[in-house]
């Protein structure tokens, strides 16, 4: 029985959200029109001129700082010659012998633990258009040609497909706080290739299987399971692995052969002749710095400790920054930070679900629940002016009103506190009304106090606090 080791590694593509193309002008946009967001420029018409795409590149050299690249202070574009009916121009610009980042390094969770990849290198390209297969005849849509798209390679060092779906998730989070990527895989705005080799232990690398068209994390994981059973199955029969490109059919679950692998040779890359290197300065530099936000595993394992929330708390939060802004401007105004998670995760999880709307639109114009009120409404709970079922009422007023929560409690008589002697005059009327029940209360029978708690509910239409009525009747009976 021979034990093999296995070598994972991951080539990311993202697309960067961009107003504009790369190289033009055209407007990089996901679900248009067919052929609507097109130009001489991206379809790639004999002698037009790119030019690049200011923030193209402050975006990339955002995530390879935030991945611990080495930033290139020199950075070129090259041709990478193809053939395919997508690419216009026979050739793609990207970056090959001084991509902008290098060497870094990214930390994800897996198992429980910190882990740690190293990144080979981040580059920028452009996007190619994309093909669309229908009843027998295939249609080309270039209105994703030339949209800005970066590459990250990581070094081929997960172990298992586990890591590699714990590591793809980590980092879309991460490109999402950042802000460069909306991190979508369906939309194909972030897209996943995976190399796996293996060999027997201690030996190295083995000869490396490309696997493409994994459209979800989840898919990332079970192809690479397949395809290490697969090249174990191989090598244990004496046989060879092919270094090919496989395709992952996620209908039935198997890795098909595609083509065999092409070497960097075959693209027979040379400089862009008319793109100059990039020759960021130290402003440049400085922009990239003060653009750098607090990552999610890092702010994850801040709030947890600050606020004293659970681990499965702090994933919730953390999973989307609006989300984690939202909560901790709650927080700042004033409410506790325990209700507020549990809020958020309750609450107010459930509204913003049956609204259409997803914790990614907190602190957004368009969701009528800000911080403010949020914590207006926990700040009025914890001083027992409304108890928790009038609390629910008053979130569900503010999302159909888009009132604060303090209007909305005064406007319609929910405020138990309002008037403490009208309850209590209440809970008297109620207990002389019923003397059985008081009198068995007094004589130590707790049973009769839900009847009266009933009765003084109907009286306030539900608004009295619990806590206080229990308090008034055994006040009023001593
Ligand atoms: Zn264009």
Redesign the pocket.
């Known amino acids: 029985m021979i034990n093999y080791e296995t070598f994972i590694g991951l080539e990311i593509h993202i697309q960067l959200l961009t107003e504009t ?1 790369i190289f ?3 407007k990089s946009k996901f679900g248009d029109k067919p052929n609507s967001n ?2 001489p ?2 379809l790639g018409y004999p002698g037009v001129l790119p030019a690049l795409n200011e923030e193209a590149v402050k975006l990339s050299y955002i995530v390879c700082r935030a991945m611990n690249c080495t930033l290139a202070d020199y950075g070129v574009f090259e041709r990478k010659n193809y053939f395919y009916p997508d690419l216009t121009k026979n050739y793609q610009i990207s970056q090959f012998a001084n991509p902008f980042g290098r060497n870094g390094y990214f930390e994800y969770e897996s198992g429980g633990e910190t882990k740690r990849i190293n990144i080979h290198e981040i580059h920028l390209e452009e996007d190619a258009g994309k093909m669309i297969h229908q009843g027998g005849r295939s249609f080309c849509d270039y209105n994703r040609a ?1 949209t800005c798209l970066l590459e990250i390679v990581t070094e081929p060092e997960f172990k298992t497909g586990q890591e590699a779906e714990d590591f793809l998730q980590a980092f879309r989070r991460t490109v999402r706080h950042l802000g460069v990527c909306d991190g979508n895989m369906e939309e194909g705005s972030l897209r996943c290739d995976a190399n796996i080799s293996i060999n027997e232990e201690g030996k190295g690398l083995g000869r490396k299987v490309e696997i493409k068209n994994m459209n979800s994390s989840r898919f990332v994981k079970m192809a690479l399971g397949y395809e290490r059973k697969r090249q174990e199955k191989v090598l244990n029969s004496g046989g060879v692995i092919v270094q090919e490109t496989r395709l992952w059919d996620e209908a039935r679950s198997v890795s098909e052969s595609m083509r065999t692998k092409e070497e960097a040779h075959d693209y027979r890359y040379f400089p862009e002749p008319d793109l100059p290197p990039f020759r960021p300065d130290q402003a440049f530099f400085d922009m990239i710095e003060a653009a750098q936000v607090e990552l999610p595993l890092a702010r994850r394992k801040r709030i947890a400790a600050e606020y004293g929330l659970s681990d499965e708390q702090a994933d919730y939060i953390v999973e989307e920054k609006a989300c984690t802004d939202y909560f901790e401007k709650t927080v700042a105004a004033g409410a506790d930070a325990q209700e507020t998670a549990k809020w958020i995760m309750g609450n107010v999880a459930k509204e913003l679900n049956s609204r259409g709307f997803s914790k990614s639109d907190l602190g957004t114009a368009a969701c009528p629940l800000t911080s403010a009120r949020l914590a207006e409404l926990l700040v009025m709970l914890s001083e027992n002016r409304i108890h928790g079922k009038i609390a629910a009422q008053a979130l569900q007023a503010v999302f159909d009103e888009n009132k604060d929560p303090g209007t909305i409690v005064s406007e319609k008589g929910w405020d138990s506190t309002a008037d403490e002697g009208e309850l209590e005059k209440i809970v008297k009327q109620v207990l002389d009304d019923n003397p059985k029940a008081a009198e068995q209360i007094r004589g130590g029978d707790q049973k009769p106090r839900g009847f009266i708690m009933g009765k003084v509910m109907a009286a306030t239409k539900g608004t009295a606090n619990p806590q206080s009525v229990q308090e008034l009747i055994s006040n009023l009976l001593a």
Do not use: I, N
């Open positions: 193309k033009c002008g055209c097109v130009c420029v991206c030339g």
